[in-house]
C-alpha cells in the first residue's frame, strides 16, 4: 500500500527557514517524480516544486524559486523542501504528492499534508 | 503560464442527478488535464488523468472529455459522497497549475 508521511510543518516567524520532509513506502521510490503542492487556508492548489525520479530535474513555480529548495534521498525514501525567507503568503497546508512515473506529470497519490503558517 | 478557468464555481444538484463540470484553458494543453476530487479537510484524490482516463478504482459515474483548451467532468447519478470540490490541472508545460476549483453542492 502506498502511503506518504509529511513531517516538519509549524508556526514561524516572517523571515526565518523551515523543512519539511516526506516519507514514502509501498512503491519502488526512485521510479516516481514527487512534488509538492500547497494549499492555502480555503484557496485552491499550487504545484510548488517538482523533482524528477532521479533527482536529476527539479521545477519551481516562480513564486518560491530562489527560496525553496527539493531535493530528495533514494536511499532513504524520503523527499526534502527547505524553505527559506518565509512570508506569510507561503501559510498553507503544504501536500507531499507521488507522480504517475519517473517524469513530473500528474500527482495519482497524495499525502494527508502538513500546516506551515508564518506569522 | 497556462490559466485553466473552471465553471461554474458553485454547482448545486440533487443526488441522483448528473453533473457537468468545465475547464477552460488559456493555451492548448493537448490531452494532458487531470481532474480530481477534494473532500472537506482531505488530500486531493486523482479522478481522471489523459483528460478522459480513469483513475484506479474510480467509479465509471464519472468520465472526462475534451481537447486542446474545452474540458469536462461529468458526473452521473450523484452519490452524497460526490459533493465536494473538484479541481481541474494542467501537465502540458511548466508550471503545471490548477483551476480554480468547482464546488459541487447538494440542491
Known amino acids: 500500500e502506498v502511503h506518504l508521511m509529511e513531517s516538519g510543518g509549524g508556526l514561524v516567524q516572517p523571515g526565518v527557514s523551515l523543512r519539511l520532509s516526506c516519507g514514502a513506502s509501498?512503491?519502488?521510490?526512485?521510479?516516481?517524480?514527487m512534488s509538492w503542492v500547497r494549499q492555502a487556508p480555503g484557496k485552491g492548489l499550487q504545484l510548488v516544486s517538482a523533482i524528477d525520479g532521479r533527482g536529476t530535474n527539479v521545477y519551481y513555480a516562480d513564486s518560491v524559486k530562489g527560496r525553496f529548495i527539493f531535493s530528495r534521498d533514494n536511499s532513504r525514501n524520503t523527499i526534502f523542501l527547505e524553505m527559506h525567507s518565509l512570508r506569510a503568503e507561503d501559510t498553507a497546508v503544504y501536500y507531499c504528492?507521488?507522480?504517475?512515473?519517473?517524469?513530473?506529470?500528474?500527482?495519482?497519490?497524495w499525502g494527508q499534508g502538513t500546516l506551515v503558517a508564518v506569522s | 503560464e497556462t490559466v485553466l478557468t473552471q465553471s461554474p464555481a458553485t454547482l448545486s444538484v440533487s443526488p441522483g442527478e448528473a453533473a457537468t463540470l468545465f475547464c477552460r484553458a488559456s493555451q492548448s494543453v493537448n490531452s494532458k488535464l487531470a481532474w480530481y476530487q477534494q473532500q472537506l479537510g482531505q488530500a486531493p484524490r486523482l479522478l481522471i488523468y489523459?483528460?478522459?482516463m480513469r483513475a484506479t478504482d474510480i467509479p465509471a459515474r464519472f468520465s472526462g472529455s475534451g481537447s486542446g483548451t474545452e474540458f469536462t467532468l461529468t458526473i452521473s447519478s450523484l452519490q452524497s459522497e460526490d459533493f465536494a470540490v473538484y479541481y481541474c490541472?494542467?501537465?502540458?508545460?511548466?508550471?503545471?497549475?490548477f483551476g480554480q476549483g468547482t464546488k459541487l453542492e447538494i440542491k
Open positions: 490541472q494542467q501537465y502540458n508545460s511548466w508550471p503545471y497549475t
Open positions: 489523459d483528460a478522459f
Open positions: 509501498g512503491f519502488i521510490f526512485s521510479d516516481y517524480a
Open positions: 504528492a507521488r507522480f504517475a512515473g519517473s517524469w513530473p506529470m500528474f500527482p495519482s497519490f
